[in-house]
């Protein structure tokens, strides 16, 4: 890898550690689960209301992110939204869509790293708020090593119950990480940890080489004050794309905590796109409910 991020990465290879990488904003450019929006209204799973409000959540997400108190009503919001959605359903519609999806907005400096990381011998860990259903197979496509999720309980007819078995958020993270190095004996003082949102900062202060990405002001005031590193990915290009004959070589994504339906994140932050944080976002949302109106209409 070329340039200024190959100075990151150091070569260590012994004793075992891993690289942590959040993934929305961090490895990706965009919101996970909203980029599949318009196909899960086409696989029937939310109707044209919501893909509407989840454009405006995009926007509000890439903005600003999500503070804690909107992460909570994320967790509350999201069971009453997914449950019935059948599991495999979303998977199937994940995996059709995935390449043309989130193959071209991955950032080139985040495959760098990891391909850097893989090089060095350690392995690459993705630990999401959002689903497994989304998460696993993005992990895959990264050449991930491992996946850590929020996972809801999924009842014997195969659709969610809309109950939260587990939620990979803020505190609960850095415990996902301590456990994995316990049960990998990953060395933490040795591991990298890669995130934008200052909710992570439990997670990014269980490792030795913590990295704020595209960090939020909270993050990027913690980092200053904590002399951690920020880098910013602004380069978000498809895989094949990156270096002439590259392809990324496919690893098993194996789950650590697995599985929200794709559900979770989309519930979270359709929610917290109703919070206007200026008068240019209250226009914006006026706009979209007037578009809204207007379709519902016909």
Known sequence: MAGTYA???ENHSLPRAAAFFDLDKTVI?????????????????INRRAVLRTAYAQ??????????DQMEGMREYLSAL??????????????ETLHDLIDPIIYDEAASLIEEHHT?????????????????PIGELLGADRVVAT????????????????????PTKAEAIRELAESEGYDLSRCYAYSDSATDVPMLESVGHPYAVNPDRALRREAI??????LVFNRPVRLKQRLPGFSMPPRPALV???????????????????????AAARAAAETLNGLTGRLARR
């Not at 926007?59 to 999500?66: E, N, P």
């Not at 004050?225 to 920020?230: E, L």
């Open 151 to 170: 996972r809801m309980v999924v009842g014997e007819d195969g659709c969610f119950t809309g109950e939260v078995e587990y939620y990979a958020y803020g």
């Open 225 to 230: 004050a904590r002399d951690w590193p920020i």
């Open 29 to 45: 450019a965009k919101s996970s689960t909203l980029t599949f929006s318009k196909s899960f209204y086409q696989g029937g799973l």
């Open 120 to 136: 060095a011998g350690r392995d690459v860990v993705i630990v999401s708020t959002s689903g497994a259903e989304v998460v696993e």
């Open 256 to 278: 650590a905590a697995a599985a929200v339906g794709a559900a979770a994140a989309t519930a979270g932050l359709v929610w917290y796109a109703g919070r206007r944080r200026s």
């Open 59 to 68: 926007f509000v997400f890439l903005s600003g992110g999500a503070d804690h």
């Open 82 to 95: 997914c449950k019935g959605w059948n599991v495999q359903q979303v998977k199937e519609i994940v995996a």
């Open 7 to 9: 100075q990151l990465v």
